[in-house]
């Protein structure tokens, strides 16, 4: 692993080294360093190359991209995995902000953001924020599940009754992207790839 991460280093400098370094390639880089760092738990690593990358996103792509909005969640996620639930919060909320807008309240994406979000404040003890979070969560899925299986009826769920509920209810039909690890947990819940990515980022 420090082999590798030191290749896709040296690869960086090289880029970087350019006249006219190549843009897409710095950002392929990026990602898949931050992505190796972040699978093997050093969130302190991973934190320094995603603000790199949410950096070289927000100039290339704009702060509105769909990329960049997948970088800022996996930013406030090694954040979130440290402790540091400030910065962490505020990431999340801009990438839910963002994802709303650009995707739609709905999407997977946007719930797994939210979801993080939510267990962020919950393990603060923040309940009266968390609780309308993950009944939002539950009832978003709720619906998305009876479209995809063809159900005229809507209906929504009954809240859960608790912390530990809302936040298995939410997770039970989670979208592609990891949220934040319910317990608190600094584990890797899934790859920092998983979320569509757009041509001039996919590896």
């Not at 190359?49 to 996103?57: F, S, T």
């Not at 404040?121 to 479209?147: G, H, M, T, W, Y």
């Not at 009754?161 to 319910?182: C, D, K, L, N, V």
């Amino acid at each position: 692993v420090k082999e590798a991460a030191g290749l896709y280093r040296q690869a960086l400098q090289l880029h970087n080294a350019r006249d006219q370094p190549d843009r897409t390639e710095v950002l392929k880089i990026l990602r898949r360093l931050g992505k190796l760092l972040h699978d093997q738990g050093d969130f302190s690593g991973a934190e320094t190359v995603l603000r790199l990358l949410l950096q070289h996103c927000e100039d290339t792509l704009g702060g509105q991209h769909r990329d960049t909005l997948h970088c800022m969640h996996q930013l406030a996620y090694a954040l979130d995995s440290q402790d540091k639930f400030l910065p962490a919060e505020e990431l999340y909320r801009r990438a839910l902000k963002g994802r709303e807008e650009e995707l739609g309240e709905d999407h997977p994406d946007t719930l797994a953001t939210l979801q993080s979000l939510a267990c962020l404040l919950s393990s603060q003890d923040k309940l009266n924020e968390a609780d309308p979070i993950f009944n939002r969560v539950v009832r978003a899925r709720v619906v998305v599940s009876r479209e995809e299986n063809g159900c005229a009826e809507s209906s929504t769920a009954p809240p859960p009754s608790g912390r530990a509920e809302g936040a298995a209810q939410a997770t039970a039909a989670q979208g592609e992207e990891f949220p934040r690890p319910i317990n608190g947990a600094a584990a890797v819940e899934a790859s920092a790839d998983s979320s569509p990515q757009t041509p001039p980022l996919a590896p």
